[in-house]
Nanobody, 126 residues
Framework: QWQPVESGGGLVQPGRSLRLSCAAS????????IGWFRQAPGKEREGVGC????????IYANSVKGRFTIFRENGANTVYLQMNSLKPEDTAAYYC???????????????????WGQGTQVTVSS
């Protein structure tokens, strides 16, 4: 079974930006809704945002709304999570996940997603 691959994590100062990538060749073969999730030590994995297979619809958690943006380039095998104005509370392991054959919707419910990446660590600290 394939899995998407995240990249782009690292250590960044508060207020700075970081862009994460989620890549899989499978994304060009069908309509996948993609979700981004994060998990801090000792906490539940939570939904950050998602994008529909058509890329026309996105949803964001209240905690990141206005700071994070999810997008994909047409025909590309990569979905991005642009994170601006980062805060220490954004520190977590970030995961992307995919659902096949979902065109108009996406979800922040992790139970909906079938394919998961291994995650990339984001640390926001001065």
């Amino acid at each position: 079974q394939w899995q998407p691959v995240e990249s782009g994590g690292g250590l960044v100062q508060p207020g700075r930006s970081l862009r994460l990538s989620c890549a899989a060749s499978e994304f060009t073969k069908g309509s996948y809704a993609i979700g981004w999730f994060r998990q801090a030590p000792g906490k539940e994995r939570e939904g950050v945002g998602c994008i529909s297979g058509s890329s026309r619809n996105t949803i964001y958690a209240n905690s990141v709304k206005g700071r994070f943006t999810i997008f994909r380039e047409n025909g590309a095998n990569t979905v991005y999570l642009q994170m601006n104005s980062l805060k220490p509370e954004d520190t977590a392991a970030y995961y992307c996940a995919a659902i096949p054959s979902v065109y108009t919707l996406c979800f922040l419910d992790r139970a909906r997603y079938r394919y998961w990446g291994q995650g990339t660590q984001v640390t926001v600290s001065s």
